[in-house]
């Protein structure tokens, strides 16, 4: 075990060099190598997936009729439930059933949770696609002291992984402790150069810092997991006194877009993840925006093509300036489940959200639950007490928004959790919670 591990490491390395190499492409190169790649996987995956195959034979669509980018938009889109509702045989490619695989599962977050599978050469290009995208950002892997504030990622095993933190002299710090004095201490104990990590968290530290009139000298902060807000954005970066940049990926694919200096929005991996945006449809208030489409263009064992993943997003219509061979994520709008829908079906970017209960100084924490279309709830803690004019006003201020839904607003210390997070906003349909979950341990919500 241990020597695999250290082989994937060594392949990661090489891969990472390549990776940084491709930065230099220009389009016309981008686009040759994706049409390359997706071609032969399309074409292995109609071979050994039976699952593609199925899929393939029922769209009517063969791997030899994919002749550029754009007919890549004839297959079908899988999901998550696509990949419940096969048997595991079905979903794995044949070469690999009998070797050895990395097993991965989602957060749940949008419900029961996804088993999958890596092969060891996707393990290698996650782990060096991940060390690129921090390195956009200014990172020096092995130079700069990491704090990392997320679940340890067991990707390789122990003995592997502890080698692998005193290389980038990196710890992590558990994202459920709640108590920020102590996390600050272990902190300043580890004096981190760069600190990444789930927004919510960072957030919170953030705001523990600037209550206690302290700082904590960084070179960056990396977030991830979560949307950056704008708000939340500008509080990180207040209390820390450096740059805020947001990272974009899922367990499944690992890193898939990055900010960096002098970007305009997040720089897609694209030689290792395909990214389309498919519209969600005819009640979204903001037509520019959709589903992202995701597929991984380095797992064999387990491929991921056009894999509605069920975040919402938007590319930017020029690529990057700096790096002119890969797009950019202009805006990334949060999860499917999380937009709210207004009393005439239309659905709404939970945006507003933010910046209607923000400006309520009363407020401490919140949380905004959509159970039932007409219906929403707003659960508050509170710094101090909120009048019933201010009350009446908030729910005024929803119903401009949402039209005439009923808004109930509860006074309270529990927040519902979802995979083991509370996000600020959960929206219809309302799925995935863990009943009788509050908010102590959990990520922090304002």
């Known amino acids: 075990m241990m020597l695999r591990d250290a082989s994937t490491i060594i392949q990661s390395l090489a891969i990472l060099r390549e990776l940084r190499a491709h930065l230099r492409w220009d389009a016309e190169q981008m686009r040759a190598y994706q049409l390359a790649r997706l071609q032969r996987l399309v074409r292995f995956a109609y071979d050994n997936v039976p699952l593609y195959r199925r899929l393939y034979e029922q769209a009517d669509v063969h791997p030899a009729e994919i002749r550029c980018l754009d007919d890549f938009a004839r297959l079908p889109t899988v999901d998550k439930q696509t990949f419940r509702n096969a048997d595991s045989a079905d979903a794995i490619a044949g070469p690999f059933r009998h070797r050895v695989l990395v097993p991965g599962t989602t957060s749940g977050s949008t419900g029961e949770p996804l088993r999958f599978v890596l092969d060891r050469r996707a393990v290698a290009y996650k782990i060096a696609v991940n060390l690129r995208s921090m390195e956009l950002t200014g990172y020096r ?8 504030v997320s679940p340890s990622a067991r990707l390789v095993g ?16 558990t994202p459920f402790e709640s108590n920020y004095s102590s996390a600050l201490e272990q902190l300043r104990r580890f004096r981190p150069t760069a600190v990444f ?3 919510s968290y960072l957030r919170s530290l953030a705001e523990h810092l600037l209550r206690c009139g302290q700082s904590l000298p960084l070179r960056l902060v990396m ?4 949307t950056l807000q704008t708000l939340d954005r500008e509080l990180i970066s207040q209390a820390f006194g450096v740059p805020v940049y947001d990272q974009y990926g899922s ?13 305009r929005g997040m720089l897609v991996q694209a030689d290792v993840t395909y990214v389309e945006v498919e519209p969600f449809g005819s009640d979204l208030q903001d037509t520019t925006a959709g589903q ?5 263009l380095v797992n064999g064992a387990m491929p991921f093509i056009r894999y509605r993943i069920g975040d919402m997003g938007r590319l930017a219509a020029e690529p990057s300036t700096r790096f002119p061979a890969f797009p950019e994520l202009q805006a990334l709008d949060g999860r499917i489940h999380d937009m709210l829908v207004r009393c005439d079906g239309v659905r709404v970017v939970p945006e507003f959200v933010h910046r209607v209960l923000r400006g309520y100084e009363e407020i401490d924490r919140y949380q905004v639950v959509q159970r039932f279309h007409g219906q929403i709830e707003i659960r508050l803690r509170l710094r101090r007490p909120l009048d019933s004019r201010r009350i009446e006003q908030m729910q005024h201020e929803f119903q401009q928004f949402l039209g005439a839904v009923r808004v109930t607003v509860r006074v309270t210390d529990e927040f519902v ?11 219809h349909p309302f799925v995935g919670i863990d009943a009788g979950t509050d908010a102590a341990g959990v990520a922090a919500l304002h």
């Open 197 to 199: 990590g789930y927004t």
């Open 223 to 226: 977030t991830t997991s979560e």
């Open 292 to 296: 992202l489409v995701l597929t991984s």
């Open 251 to 263: 367990t499944e694919f690992g890193r898939v877009a990055t900010e960096y200096p002098g970007g």
């Open 417 to 427: 959790a979802r995979a083991g997070k509370a996000p600020p906003v959960m929206g």
């Open 158 to 173: 122990t003995w592997t992984q502890r080698i692998g933190d005193l290389f980038l002299k990196r710890r992590f710090l």
């Open 141 to 148: 892997p092995g130079c700069d002291r990491l704090l990392q």
